[in-house]
Protein backbone atom coordinates (compact mmCIF):
# COMPACT_ATOMS: atom_id res chain seq x y z
CA UNK A 1 0.00 0.00 0.00
CA UNK A 2 1.49 3.28 -0.65
CA UNK A 3 1.35 6.66 1.42
CA UNK A 4 -1.11 9.54 0.39
CA UNK A 5 -0.88 13.38 1.43
CA UNK A 6 -4.69 14.66 0.53
CA UNK A 7 -5.58 18.46 0.77
CA UNK A 8 -8.79 19.58 0.24
CA UNK A 9 -8.58 22.86 -1.78
CA UNK A 10 -10.56 25.60 -2.14
CA UNK A 11 -9.53 27.34 -5.53
CA UNK A 12 -5.64 27.29 -5.00
CA UNK A 13 -6.20 27.31 -0.73
CA UNK A 14 -6.19 23.82 1.35
CA UNK A 15 -8.65 23.75 3.77
CA UNK A 16 -7.76 20.41 5.61
CA UNK A 17 -4.83 17.86 4.95
CA UNK A 18 -5.09 14.19 5.44
CA UNK A 19 -2.54 11.44 5.50
CA UNK A 20 -3.15 8.18 4.79
CA UNK A 21 -2.49 4.37 3.00
CA UNK A 22 -4.21 2.63 0.52
CA UNK A 23 -3.55 1.30 -2.52
CA UNK A 24 -4.74 3.55 -5.30
CA UNK A 25 -5.38 7.20 -4.98
CA UNK A 26 -9.33 7.15 -5.54
CA UNK A 27 -9.46 4.58 -2.18
CA UNK A 28 -7.24 6.88 -0.52
CA UNK A 29 -9.44 9.61 -1.42
CA UNK A 30 -12.82 7.40 -0.78
CA UNK A 31 -11.46 7.05 2.70
CA UNK A 32 -11.39 10.94 3.29
CA UNK A 33 -14.57 11.91 2.01
CA UNK A 34 -17.38 9.56 -0.39
CA UNK A 35 -17.79 9.90 -3.98
CA UNK A 36 -18.09 9.52 -6.94
CA UNK A 37 -15.22 11.81 -8.18
CA UNK A 38 -13.87 13.14 -11.58
CA UNK A 39 -10.63 14.38 -12.69
CA UNK A 40 -10.54 17.82 -12.01
CA UNK A 41 -10.34 20.74 -14.72
CA UNK A 42 -11.76 24.10 -13.46
CA UNK A 43 -13.91 22.81 -10.60
CA UNK A 44 -13.26 26.01 -7.68
CA UNK A 45 -13.52 22.54 -4.96
CA UNK A 46 -11.29 20.06 -5.01
CA UNK A 47 -8.77 17.23 -3.86
CA UNK A 48 -5.09 17.43 -4.31
CA UNK A 49 -3.84 13.59 -3.78
CA UNK A 50 0.08 13.05 -3.76
CA UNK A 51 1.56 9.74 -3.75
CA UNK A 52 4.59 10.35 -1.34
CA UNK A 53 6.69 7.49 -2.62
CA UNK A 54 5.86 8.20 -6.46
CA UNK A 55 5.38 11.73 -6.05
CA UNK A 56 2.53 11.85 -8.73
CA UNK A 57 0.19 14.01 -8.29
CA UNK A 58 -3.47 13.70 -8.93
CA UNK A 59 -6.38 16.38 -8.91
CA UNK A 60 -9.98 15.30 -8.53
CA UNK A 61 -13.38 16.72 -7.95
CA UNK A 62 -16.55 15.40 -6.40
CA UNK A 63 -18.97 14.39 -9.54
CA UNK A 64 -21.47 17.06 -9.62
CA UNK A 65 -19.68 19.61 -7.90
CA UNK A 66 -20.78 18.50 -4.54
CA UNK A 67 -18.22 18.75 -1.89
CA UNK A 68 -18.23 17.54 2.17
CA UNK A 69 -19.95 20.75 4.23
CA UNK A 70 -17.42 22.75 5.92
Given amino acids: MAK ?3 DEMQG ?6 HI ?5 PLEALGKVVPG ?3 VRTSE ?3 FRVVDE ?3 HVF ?3 P ?3 VSRPR
Fill in 53 to 55: SQR
Fill in 20 to 24: LTAST
Fill in 63 to 65: AGG
Fill in 4 to 6: YHI
Fill in 44 to 46: PNW
Fill in 59 to 61: KYA
Fill in 36 to 38: PFI
Fill in 12 to 17: ENAVAS
